[in-house]
Every structure is written in C-alpha cells, then in structure tokens.
T-cell receptor
Framework: AQTVTQSQPEMSVQEAETVTLSCTYDTSENNYYLFWYKQPPSRQMILVIR??????QNATENRFSVNFQKAAKSFSLKISDSQLGDTAMYFCAFMENAGGTSYGKLTFGQGTILTVHP | GAGVSQTPSNKVTEKGKYVELRCDPISGHTALYWYRQSLGQGPEFLIYFQGTGAADDSGLPNDRFFAVRPEGSVSTLKIQRTERGDSAVYLC???????????FGNGTRLTVT
C-alpha cells in the first residue's frame, strides 16, 4: 500500500513571497502520478498540478512548480508570488499508473494549511 | 458547463438513522468516485464506478455503506444505522474516463448526533 506524508500541518507566507510545501511518499511501484490539490473553505478539491513519475522534468503551472525527486520519494510544491487567494488547505496525492487498468484511486496526505498574509 | 453537484450540502441525523447522499456528475463523465474526509485529514477513497458498475468498492468501511449508480450518471451513497464515527465530509468526483483528472464537488458534511 502507498502512503503519503505531509510533515507541515501549517505554513504561512507574506503576500508576493515564495513558499514551499513538503510531501514524501512511499511506494514499491515504478509508474505513478503525483498531484497537489487545493481545498479552500468551499470544500471543493481543486487540482493545482500533476507530475508523471516517468517524466524527469518538473511540472510547472504558472506560479506553481514542483520539485520531484523520485529516488528520495519527495514531491514538494513551490508557490511563487503568493496571493491572498492561495490561502487554503493543500493536499499531496498519489495515484498508481497501471497502464490500461489505471483509474483515479488517490491516496492523500494529511494536508498543510497555508495562510497568505497581506 | 456545470460542475459536480452534491446534495444536500449539510446533513444532520441521529445515531441509528438511514441517510442518502446524492452526487450529480459532470455530463458525459463515465467515471465516478466517492471519498470520505474526516476532520483534519485528507480524503480517503470509498468506491469507484465505471458506468453503472462498481469497479472498486474496496474503500467502503463496512456493510452499512452502499452506493449505486443505476443509469451511469447520478450516484447515491447510502448509509444504514449511522454511527457518530460516520460524521465526515463525503466528496464525490467524476472524470471523463478512467485516467482523466478528477473534478470534485463541494461535498456533503454529514453530522451524526
């Protein structure tokens, strides 16, 4: 079974600055996907960024980028130029990539509450 | 178009009662998932539907929990003889196919008193 660990229960950052959220995972699989989701008070889980394990290049989406270290099983999220709207709970998640039998069964970490201060 | 819709938004029930939680996925999405999120935790997988059939129900905690998707669209999560430990936010998600990104609804917060 896979496990996902987020060791930072809470983080805070000043508006316009950069913050990094940590995530480690444990798996015996070689092919998989990793995700960061954002959950604002509305409770809806919003996909921030996705990384495929076979791709060595780190994924980026505008102000969001990841540092994927496969050997270390580490998957951190960097948010640049933080905005007040980034305040939310952030979850790291793992999904197996079993080729033709894959589906969206995600294993989530415990979450990190991020607060952006003006 | 409209996103994933879950009703009710909040549900309070007494211990021992039966509840139904409804999920309307995005039109055309064949895959549908239920997750449960306890307070201060990440969501945990409950069940996955591909079309009308439950392809993976390994996350259902016990036989008090049951889910259906009779026409391959709307799904209902049913909980019998509710217990206080069932209190959580129940999230539904859908996707175009098995490996497409999941689109989540806003969840139903269930409180069992």
């Amino acid at each position: 079974a896979q496990t996902v660990t987020q060791s930072q229960p809470e983080m805070s950052v000043q508006e316009a600055e950069t913050v990094t959220l940590s995530c480690t995972y444990d798996t015996s699989e070689n092919n998989y996907y990793l995700f960061w989701y954002k959950q604002p008070p509305s409770r809806q889980m919003i996909l921030v960024i996705r990384q495929e394990a076979y791709k060595q290049q780190n994924a980026t989406e505008n102000r969001f980028s990841v540092n994927f270290q496969k050997a270390a099983k580490s998957f951190s999220l960097k948010i640049s130029d933080s905005q007040l709207g980034d305040t939310a709970m952030y979850f790291c998640a793992f999904m197996e990539n079993a080729g033709g039998t894959s589906y969206g069964k995600l294993t989530f970490g415990q979450g990190t509450i991020l607060t952006v201060h003006p | 178009g409209a996103g994933v819709s879950q009703t009710p938004s909040n549900k309070v029930t007494e211990k021992g009662k039966y509840v139904e939680l409804r999920c309307d996925p995005i039109s055309g999405h064949t895959a549908l998932y239920w997750y449960r999120q306890s307070l201060g935790q990440g969501p945990e997988f409950l069940i996955y539907f591909q079309g009308t059939g439950a392809a993976d129900d390994s996350g259902l905690p016990n036989d008090r929990f049951f889910a259906v998707r009779p026409e391959g669209s709307v799904s209902t999560l049913k909980i019998q003889r509710t217990e206080r430990g069932d209190s959580a936010v129940y999230l539904c998600a859908s996707s175009v196919n098995r490996v497409s990104p999941l689109h989540f609804g806003n969840g139903t917060r269930l409180t069992v008193t």
